[in-house]
């Protein structure tokens, strides 16, 4: 019995270890991908590939003002140290064209290798519809048109507030890390 309680507070040791060492790591945005408005995918839009279909999509959508926009935001998370590190909670904020279009929370953990980095994915599904009733038809072009082939956008940015959670407390980050990759930026 008593190698066990011993064994338990060595692994709560190592977690709380892990945890605490993802304040030395550091977050980029890595890319977008599967970016679909109201379910056409945006490189069809972008490369003017679109369908009869699509067309009836986005015009059905942009006269309704519901406009789904659903994608994949994937964040890097690099550790350059010799030990692991652990992300339990991560809550988001996505904006486009500087202005907050979601948010969530992140309640998958993640660990990180020493001297790796990692990819967390992020499922995000908005409505555009407020952002091309204002800007008309031609901004949902120019959205899509800000993709490159690797998934980077000037107009997709991210906010993210990492918390850690040891022994059944959950301390955020003292505010949101801003992550942004421009157009053509590697």
């Given at each position: 019995?008593?190698?066990?309680?011993?064994?338990?507070?060595?692994?709560?040791?190592?977690?709380?270890?892990?945890?605490?060492?993802?304040?030395?790591?550091?977050?980029?945005?890595?890319?977008?991908?599967?970016?679909?408005?109201?379910?056409?995918?945006?490189?069809?839009?972008?490369?003017?590939?679109?369908?009869?279909?699509?067309?009836?999509?986005?015009?059905?959508?942009?006269?309704?003002k519901?406009?789904?926009?659903?994608?994949?935001?994937?964040?890097?998370?690099?550790?350059?140290?010799?030990?692991?590190?652990?992300?339990?909670?991560?809550d988001?904020?996505?904006?486009?064209?500087?202005?907050?279009?979601?948010?969530?929370?992140?309640?998958?953990?993640y660990?990180i290798?020493?001297?790796?980095?990692?990819?967390?994915?992020?499922?995000?599904?908005?409505?555009?519809?407020?952002?091309?009733?204002?800007?008309?038809?031609?901004?949902?072009?120019?959205?899509?048109?800000?993709?490159?082939?690797?998934?980077?956008s000037?107009?997709?940015?991210?906010?993210?507030?990492p918390?850690?959670?040891?022994?059944?407390?959950?301390?955020?980050?003292?505010?949101?890390?801003?992550?942004?990759?421009?157009?053509?930026?590697?």
């Open positions: 019995m008593l190698f066990s309680s011993c064994d338990i507070l060595n692994d709560m040791m190592n977690q709380a270890n892990s945890v605490a060492n993802l304040k030395n790591c550091q977050f980029s945005l890595k890319n977008v991908n599967n970016v679909n408005v109201a379910g056409v995918n945006v490189k069809n839009l972008s490369q003017g590939n679109l369908t009869a279909a699509d067309v009836v999509k986005l015009v059905a959508a942009y006269q309704s519901k406009v789904p926009l659903s994608m994949n935001v994937n964040m890097d998370v690099k550790n350059p140290t010799a030990q692991e590190a652990a992300l339990s909670v991560l988001w904020i996505l904006a486009i064209d500087g202005k907050d279009m979601a948010s969530g929370t992140n309640k998958q953990r660990t290798k020493p001297s790796t980095t990692s990819t967390v994915p992020l499922g995000v599904n908005t409505d555009l519809g407020d952002m091309f009733s204002q800007k008309g038809l031609e901004a949902l072009k120019t959205f899509a048109s800000s993709f490159t082939n690797e998934g980077i000037s107009k997709v940015g991210l906010r993210i507030k918390s850690l959670v040891a022994g059944g407390t959950t301390i955020p980050y003292p505010g949101y890390i801003k992550l942004e990759k421009k157009t053509g930026a590697k």
